[in-house]
């Protein structure tokens, strides 16, 4: 898929992307590919790990959610 920009992304898989709760803290934390991003809830932390990976030329799947490790 290409952006406005015309920068062509490459696909990932939600099997790439790794959810854990974080300890002492509340919140999830969503990893993939050197990039973590953290949420109030799983749905929020993968919608901004979406983002982060969107702007380094990765795209994720916004339909699907990743399982919590």
């Known amino acids: 898929m290409a952006t406005k920009k015309g920068k062509v992304l490459k696909g990932l898989s ?3 992307v790794t959810v ?5 803290r509340r919140g999830y934390a969503a990893l993939a590919r050197r990039h973590l991003t953290e949420g109030r809830s799983v749905p929020q932390a993968y919608a901004r790990l979406i ?14 959610l990743p399982r919590v490790s």
Not at 20 to 24: D, G, L, R, V
Not at 51 to 64: N, Q
């Open 20 to 24: 854990f709760k974080i300890a002492n």
């Open 14 to 16: 939600v099997r790439e």
């Open 51 to 64: 983002k982060a990976c969107r702007r380094h030329g990765l795209e994720l799947p916004a339909d699907k």
